[in-house]
């Protein structure tokens, strides 16, 4: 009885084996349905196999999904599929296709953009990662002609518009495919819908201006709805803005401690001389911040200054004697503890 079985068990397994052989041939040898010329494929951060199937349907790469989910199992490459931007137009079957989307000569370098970094801190991170030419990606950041291929509005510099994030690029990707790829993150990620910024009588591009000062200025996500009530309070009263981190933006090198002649530089930047928004954002700020721009929290702060008994924090006043008592504490702070 054992025997038979035995015999049993070992007839299937080879029935499976026989079947599995057929299947991974018939992959192998079915031409897939490519019908464009430079077939280009994008696969993004944490996509699966099940996404990635039918955005390929979508493209009109295949004609069902099932075959492709079928034989990423049949192959264990579901859970290999690697995120990048692929040329599939010499790939002429459903294997080489599944090699394609996951073999490690497609590696993509992983590049994360934290937010409030500016342009020329990216340019010179891609560069260092021998992904782009500095000089060129920082010029096209400011080529009204490729600016006007990106579709997001009269803007004149990019500053504002690399939207902070996780990117996976290859080595053959051009300077301009990964600046559409960042402005096309910040168009996917930015809902219109849900950002107020007109009744304030701003435009979206004044709203990106004073969402990249919030970032530059708040050291948590959790105070940004704050600093943006003063700055919108300050704008409101006609009140200069008086933020360093303008200042700090037309400072070469890397943010140090300000000293009393830096806000005397005579730049539409600086917004201890000139009143209003600068004329564009100083950074590129994330998600939080734009919301913050959007939604201040109702106070009547008027001023803020660092908190020396709380790192990472702010004390916020309504009253300049109320900011001035905060201000000579923060000092006497920096003069004994060396606190910045």
């Given amino acids: 009885m054992n025997s038979k079985i035995t015999d049993y068990k070992l007839i299937l397994f080879s029935l499976s084996i026989i079947i599995v052989s057929i299947i991974l041939l018939y992959f192998s040898i079915t031409r897939t349905q490519i019908s464009c010329a430079e077939c280009t494929f994008e696969i993004e951060k944490d996509e699966n196999a099940y996404q990635v199937a039918y955005r390929l349907v979508d493209m009109s790469i295949l004609n069902e999904p099932y075959s492709f989910l079928i034989a990423s199992k049949l192959l264990s490459l579901d859970k290999s599929i690697k995120p990048g931007k692929y040329n599939l137009s010499d790939i002429n079957n459903m294997k080489d296709l599944l090699l394609r989307l996951t073999s490690s000569g497609y590696d993509y370098i992983s590049i994360t953009v934290p937010e409030g970094w500016n342009i020329k801190q990216i340019a010179r991170k891609l560069h260092q990662s021998n992904l782009v ?28 518009y690399l939207f902070p994030e996780t990117y996976f690029i290859s080595l053959n990707q051009t300077e301009k495919e990964i600046i559409t790829m960042m402005i096309n993150q910040f168009k996917k990620r930015v809902d219109l819908k849900e950002i107020e910024y007109q009744k304030y009588g701003f435009n979206f591009h004044d709203l990106i201006i004073l969402a990249s000062i919030i970032q530059g200025e708040a050291m948590s996500v959790d105070e940004m709805a704050i600093i943006s009530s003063v700055f919108h309070n300050r704008l409101k009263e006609k009140m200069f803005l008086d933020a360093n981190a303008t200042i700090q933006y037309i400072i070469p090198g890397k943010n140090r401690r300000l000293i009393n002649k830096d806000l005397e530089i005579n730049n539409p930047y600086n917004t201890y001389k000139y009143k209003g928004l600068p004329p564009g954002p100083i950074n590129n700020p994330g998600l939080d911040a734009i919301m913050a721009a959007s939604q201040p929290l109702k106070t009547d702060y008027i001023y803020f200054v660092k908190d020396p ?32």
């Fill in 133 to 160: 030419d500095s000089i060129k990606f920082n010029s096209l950041c400011s080529d009204e002609y490729f600016i006007a291929t990106l579709d997001i509005g009269r803007v004149k510099y990019l500053e504002g």
């Fill in 309 to 340: 008994d709380n790192l990472g924090k702010h004390v916020f006043n309504e009253t300049f004697k109320g900011h001035e008592k905060s201000r000579r504490k923060y000092l006497r702070s920096v003069r004994i503890n060396g606190f910045k």
